[in-house]
């Protein structure tokens, strides 16, 4: 199960660097329209613009979607992992009393193997 939760890891993160680069890819794009493409004789029309924009609203709005989503899943289970850790670090400290002659509690932690997910 671990062994699937990190391939899982590295799927979102490589999504998220794959987000990030279609973003840089969508910049320069627009840079080469709204500057380059007009020196060479590029002509405003909006048959062409309003596709255009909205492709690469589409680019930003799917890519920052990815990033938050990927960047809220790790927080959450970085949570969640140090929530179950500490839990169990409480149970892994059993405390055994044994009494003795002098009736003093002797207090005896024994650790218990942590369960493999």
Do not use: C, H
């Not at 840089?24 to 924009?53: C, H, K, M, R, T």
């Not at 055994?96 to 932690?109: G, L, P, S, V």
């Amino acid at each position: 199960m671990r062994t699937i939760d990190g391939l899982g890891n590295w799927i979102l993160i490589i999504m998220a660097g794959a987000s990030l680069v279609s973003m840089i890819a969508a910049f320069q794009l627009d840079i080469i329209v709204n500057q380059e493409l007009y020196a060479y004789g590029l002509q405003f029309s909006d048959v062409w613009a309003y596709p255009y924009w909205t492709a690469i609203r589409v680019i930003f709005a799917m890519s920052w979607l990815s990033l938050i989503v990927t960047i809220g899943f790790q927080i959450y289970k970085t949570m969640v992992v140090r929530s179950i850790e500490r839990e169990n670090e409480e149970e892994l400290e059993v405390t055994i009393r044994a009494d003795n002659t002098n009736t003093k509690a002797k207090t005896i932690k024994t650790p218990i193997p942590k369960k493999k997910k």
